[in-house]
C-alpha cells in the first residue's frame, strides 16, 4: 500500500527566505515516482516538479528543488527566494511502478508568505 | 491542446436526487483520474481509467458512485442518490501514461452542494 504524509497544516515564511515543505511517504515498492503540487487561491492544480525513485540526482524546477532522502522516505519542497504568489496550498503526491497504480495525494500545507 | 474541461462547473443538488458530472481529457491523454477535494484537504483518489478501462476504484467510495469512460475518451462520474456528505469538488485529470513522471493536467473541477 502507498501512503503519503504532510505534517505541516500551515507555515508563515518572511518574503525572500527559503522554506521547507515536509513529506514522507510509504511504499513496498523499489520503483515509484514522488511529485508536488501547487493549488492556490483560485483552486487549479500545478504541476511543480518530480522525482523518480531511481533518479540519482535531487529533482530542480527553477526555485522549486526535492530534497529526496530515500532511506528517511522523506520528499521535501524547497522554495527559494520565495514570493507573495508562493502563498497557496502545497500538496505531495506519489505513485508506484510495480502495477499500473495510481497517484494519490497527501492533505496539504498552507504557505502563506509574509511582505 | 484545449486542457481539460469539466462541467458542470456548479451543481446544486438536492439530497437523494442523483447527479451526473462530465470530463473532456487533453485529447491524446491515455488515462483519467477523478478526485474529490473538500475545503483545507488534499484531493482523495476515487478512481482512474487507462483507456476505456477502469483500473481502480477507491475502497472507501460507496456503490452509489460510477464512473465510465466510454471509448476511452471522455468520462462521466455519476452520484446517485445524493446525501449532504457528497458535497465537495469533483476534480478531473488526465495525463500521458508513457512511463515515468505521469504530470497530471487537471481540470477546474465540478463543485458539488447537496442541499
Known amino acids: 500500500a502507498q501512503k503519503i504524509t504532510q505534517t505541516q497544516p500551515g507555515m508563515f515564511v518572511q518574503e525572500k527566505e527559503a522554506v521547507t515543505l515536509d513529506c514522507t511517504y510509504d511504499?513496498?515498492?523499489?520503483?515509484?515516482?514522488l511529485f508536488w503540487y501547487k493549488q492556490p487561491s483560485s483552486g487549479e492544480m500545478i504541476f511543480l516538479i518530480y522525482q523518480g525513485s531511481y533518479d540519482e540526482q535531487n529533482a530542480t524546477e527553477g526555485r522549486y528543488s526535492l530534497n529526496f532522502q530515500k532511506a528517511r522516505k522523506s520528499a521535501n519542497l524547497v522554495i527559494s527566494a520565495s514570493q507573495l504568489g508562493d502563498s497557496a496550498m502545497y500538496f505531495c503526491?506519489?505513485?508506484?511502478?510495480?502495477?499500473?497504480?495510481?497517484?494519490?495525494f497527501g492533505s496539504g500545507t498552507r504557505l502563506s508568505i509574509r511582505p | 491542446d484545449t486542457g481539460v474541461s469539466q462541467n458542470p462547473r456548479h451543481k446544486i443538488t438536492k439530497r437523494g436526487q442523483n447527479v451526473t458530472f462530465r470530463c473532456d481529457p487533453i485529447s491524446e491523454h491515455n488515462r483519467l483520474y477523478w478526485y474529490r477535494q473538500t475545503l483545507g484537504q488534499g484531493p482523495e483518489f476515487l478512481t482512474y481509467f487507462q483507456n476505456e478501462a477502469q483500473l481502480e476504484k477507491s475502497r472507501l467510495l460507496s456503490d452509489r458512485f460510477s464512473a465510465e469512460r466510454p471509448k476511452g475518451s471522455f468520462s462521466t462520474l455519476e452520484i446517485q442518490r445524493t446525501e449532504q456528505g457528497d458535497s465537495a469538488m469533483y476534480l478531473c485529470?488526465?495525463?500521458?501514461?508513457?512511463?515515468?513522471?505521469?504530470?497530471?493536467?487537471f481540470g477546474s473541477g465540478t463543485q458539488l452542494s447537496v442541499l
Open positions: 511504499t513496498s515498492d523499489q520503483s515509484y515516482g
Open positions: 503526491a506519489m505513485t508506484q511502478y510495480s502495477s499500473a497504480s495510481k497517484i494519490i
Open positions: 485529470a488526465s495525463s500521458s501514461h508513457e512511463g515515468t513522471n505521469e504530470k497530471l493536467f
